[in-house]
T-cell receptor, first 115, second 116 residues
Framework: KAGVTQTPRYLIKTRGQQVTLSCSPI?????VSWYQQTPGQGLQFLFE???????NKGNFPGRFSGRQFSNSRSEMNVSTLELGDSALYLC??????????????FGPGTRLTVL | AQKITQTQPGMFVQEKEAVTLDCTYD???????LFWYKQPSSGEMIFLIY??????QNATEGRYSLNFQKARKSANLVISASQLGDSAMYFC?????????????FGKGTRLHILP
């Protein structure tokens, strides 16, 4: 079974631009979560989508948004990029977003550099 | 509020020795899950082991075991017979299991170096 895939793997943008990252979950997984990882702040939760609905959101400005499609693929968008948005963006999928144990599987990440 | 604390920013261990990575947590959720992930230099987060707060026995997965002490709110990862390929960042994480706000939170991580 294929793992979580993220595209692109590397991205270089300039301040003020916008960017869209894509995540394809493991087949059969309906929940997708996004995380930002930086050396200073560590791993921070951005949001989680389940059945095309955002069910949880972290403490990030409105410039960060996402969506999920009917095939469970998810996209994350960052508008008006700032230097501080440079980070590794990780996507993770799990079977369902119900309370209870179901482990998350992570993709390889997209490394975004903002110049 | 939930919190994960990993007090060891870095560790150096001789190959084939056992290593313990510390993790303490704080939560008001009566039911929660604790996770450990490994992140090699490639960046991908690899799931290692899971412990539920009501599990009676400590979790084990191959060379990985979780030393869960609920009263002390600690969930240390033990790696037996360390290998060079174990060199990586290790993250402890937690998710509350009782309510809708069950986002997973991570500690700052421990960078483990295995010496030949």
């Amino acid at each position: 079974k294929a793992g979580v895939t993220q595209t692109p793997r590397y991205l270089i943008k300039t301040r003020g631009q916008q960017v869209t990252l894509s995540c394809s979950p493991i087949s059969g997984h309906r929940s997708v979560s996004w995380y930002q990882q930086t050396p200073g702040q560590g791993l921070q939760f951005l949001f989680e989508y389940f059945s095309e609905t955002q069910r949880n959101k972290g403490n990030f400005p409105g410039r960060f948004s996402g969506r999920q499609f009917s095939n469970s693929r998810s996209e994350m968008n960052v508008s008006t990029l700032e230097l501080g948005d440079s980070a590794l963006y990780l996507c993770a999928s799990r079977v369902a977003a119900t309370s209870g144990y179901n482990e998350q599987f992570f993709g390889p990440g997209t490394r975004l550099t903002v110049l | 509020a939930q919190k994960i604390t990993q007090t060891q920013p870095g560790m150096f261990v001789q190959e084939k020795e056992a290593v313990t990575l510390d993790c303490t947590y704080d939560t008001s959720d009566p039911s929660y899950g604790l996770f450990w992930y490994k992140q090699p230099s490639s960046g991908e987060m690899i799931f290692l082991i899971y412990q539920g707060s009501y599990d009676q026995q400590n979790a084990t997965e191959g060379r990985y075991s979780l030393n869960f002490q609920k009263a002390r709110k600690s969930a240390n990862l033990v790696i037996s017979a360390s290998q060079l390929g174990d060199s990586a960042m290790y993250f402890c994480a937690m998710r509350g299991l009782m309510n809708r706000d069950d986002k997973i939170i991570f500690g700052k991580g421990t960078r483990l170096h295995i010496l030949p």
